[in-house]
Nanobody, 118 residues
Framework: QVQLVESGGGLAVAGGSLRLSCAASGRTFSTSVMGWFRQGPGKEREFVGAIAWNGGNTNYADSVKGRFTISRDNAKNTIYLQMNSLKPEDTAVYYC???????????WGQGTQVTVSS
């Protein structure tokens, strides 16, 4: 299992940027698929994006494609979510997740709040 701690959330204005980090511990991090999810107020949790274990492949939800970028630094056991051109509808608690595959996330962080004002 991988233990995950998110950071970097906060308040941004529409059109602004934030970068979230997710620090991982556990020996399987470097071989895990890592993902970001979010849950907005009154909404179901939704997939934001994911990155392969070697950083070679990424995929994103249509709602964030072209605005958000996921990257990872296996030497630092950390993944990042760079969020640009933020919109009020991006307001949510953001969670990182780890697992052996995109369809099988097993470890979750506690989340970090992102609030975007108009």
């Amino acid at each position: 299992q991988v233990q995950l701690v998110e950071s970097g959330g906060g308040l941004a204005v529409a059109g602004g940027s934030l970068r979230l980090s997710c620090a991982a511990s556990g020996r399987t991090f470097s071989t895990s698929v890592m993902g970001w999810f979010r849950q907005g107020p009154g909404k179901e949790r939704e997939f934001v994006g994911a990155i392969a274990w070697n950083g070679g492949n990424t995929n994103y939800a249509d709602s964030v494609k072209g605005r958000f970028t996921i990257s990872r630094d296996n030497a630092k056991n950390t993944i990042y979510l760079q969020m640009n051109s933020l919109k009020p509808e991006d307001t949510a608690v953001y969670y990182c997740a780890a697992g052996p595959g995109v369809a099988s996330f097993q470890s979750w962080g506690q989340g970090t709040q992102v609030t975007v004002s108009s």
